[in-house]
């Protein structure tokens, strides 16, 4: 895949087609001339293309085209191009294959279109347009309008990237992905990103042109009010466009994670959902607002890209949780095993419910974003503090692979709560059965072999603390 730059620029065709537009364009006063759609995500790439879209904002192709013929046919301005062309080598100097394409209302061809080629490239002409509701039909009549207006009314795809001609900028898009293109919509985009094979190229799009917010952070938001006043962790573009400087760190990790070989990657590739560790990637620069807007993201998620029911309860677990699992997982720092027992580990994952290893992944994306550069404590050489932090984490999955805890949420206990009453003889349930439950499943992680027998003689001692009721 190319990289994405951000700035385009022009080859010598290009270069000399834009001359000769700008220089055309003196001749249509208040022209303004846009490159749409493909060419602008080729070049953005870097990637040669020879096929141009202008939009035109007072002209229609139709009468540009006409223009462009006149000025063609002076002769001077023949000679000037072509010599140019000439010492460029620059092939087709001339204007050829100019054509008009007429409205055709029978056809459904509402818009009239027009095209010519020039200097080896092919160039569609057509007007900026905006979308005019009559109130009775649902099929709207095109006017005349602005790139914002042009941009606002196509997909979120690459045929909302705009490229203005004289001034060699790209047009930018928040405020239409905000106010025009619905919020189904985005999440509609944004699924087919998260569930395909290039995410993380993906992400890099959105990163590149600042669209964290609209994206993931709609800007009329609490937590968007909040981020536009963070600390240097969010740059900004604009004061309308925060994004988190970082966030490449934590879906490039999740990449590398997911096409890993320690025992944590094939972990982590368990979870049955890898499109909800994308969307716990795009929300893991939020996880330091944790403490204070907790509930806030949890809701963004669900308006902004209309995450799932599923979804935002794992994202709001992954919150919820972040600290506690944090704390398990420094215990396998530098002594992997010998500071936590298996039953300690198992009792922490089965607190955490099913989708406990995308709320390990989440901790690990969040905590991968402050990482920088220790010095090691044996050798004095400097190394990758994400990779001291991989070790952590992989050393715990080394454990829970060794001690066969991947699926410790499903453990059940030896006795049902009629055989405990049975066993301490008493007649009604009550809050002591969580409790005994609870001591019963963490004494079976570290008893893997004990029988029902078993696990009645041990409760039987333990009665005493087991804060039962007393006997009717």
């Not at 700035?7 to 208040?30: H, M, N, T, V, W």
């Not at 490159?35 to 939009?55: K, Y």
């Not at 970082?246 to 879906?251: I, K, Q, R, S």
């Amino acid at each position: 895949m190319a990289a994405l730059q951000l700035k385009i620029e022009l080859l010598p065709a290009e270069q000399l087609l834009r001359e000769f537009l700008l220089e055309c364009s003196q001749f249509a006063p208040g022209l303004e001339i846009w490159i749409t759609g493909g060419w602008v995500r080729d070049r953005l790439l870097g990637i040669p293309s020879s096929d141009l879209d202008l939009a035109l904002n007072n002209l229609t192709g139709n009468e540009f085209v006409k223009v462009l013929r006149a000025f063609s046919a002076r002769p001077e301005i023949e000679s000037k191009y072509s010599e140019k062309a000439a010492y460029l080598g620059i092939p087709q100097p001339y204007m050829s294959r100019a054509h008009i394409t007429k409205k055709n209302l029978k056809m459904s061809k509402k818009l009239e279109t027009a095209g010519c080629t020039r200097f080896g490239m092919d160039v569609d002409l057509v007007n900026l347009r905006k979308e005019v509701y009559d109130g009775k039909s649902r099929n709207p009549d095109m006017e005349f309008g602005t790139a914002a207006e042009d941009a606002s009314r196509r997909d979120a795809t690459v045929n909302a990237i705009f490229f203005h001609l004289e001034r060699q900028e790209d047009h930018e898009v928040h405020e239409a992905l905000d106010t025009i293109i619905t919020r189904d919509r985005v999440g509609a985009e944004l699924d087919k990103m998260i569930t395909g094979s290039n995410t993380a190229t993906a992400f890099n799009f959105i990163f590149d042109f600042h669209l964290y917010s609209p994206v993931f952070v709609r800007p009329d938001s609490a937590v968007f009010a909040h981020l536009a006043s963070h600390d240097l962790a969010w740059g900004t573009r604009s004061t309308s466009s925060p994004r988190p400087t970082n966030w490449p760190l934590a879906y490039n990790m999740l990449a590398r994670i997911l096409v890993g070989q320690s025992n944590l990657s094939p972990l982590i590739r368990s979870y049955g959902v890898p499109e909800q560790l994308w969307l716990l990637a795009a929300y893991s620069p939020l996880a330091e607002l944790r403490r204070t807007l907790r509930k806030e993201i949890v809701r963004e998620a669900s308006s902004s890209i209309k995450a799932t029911a599923s979804a935002t309860k794992l994202l709001d677990d992954s919150l919820r949780n972040f600290s506690s699992i944090r704390t398990i997982v420094d215990c396998f720092a530098d002594r992997p095993g010998r500071c936590c027992s298996r039953s300690e580990c198992g009792m922490a994952i089965r607190s955490r419910g099913s989708t406990w290893i995308a709320q390990l992944t989440y901790v690990l994306l969040a905590e991968t974003l402050h990482q920088d550069t220790t010095e090691d404590s044996k050798t004095g050489c400097q190394v990758s503090a994400s990779e001291e932090l991989l070790k952590k984490y992989a050393n715990l999955a080394d454990f829970v692979c060794q001690q066969k805890l991947r699926s410790a949420v499903l453990e059940s206990p030896l006795l049902n709560g009629l055989e405990v009453m049975e066993l301490f003889e008493l007649e009604e349930g009550g809050k002591y059965l969580k409790t005994v439950t609870q001591r019963m499943v963490k004494w079976q992680f570290d008893n893997t072999e004990a029988t029902k027998e078993d696990c009645k003689k041990w409760l039987l001692k333990e009665k005493d603390v087991l804060g039962l009721p007393p006997r009717s």
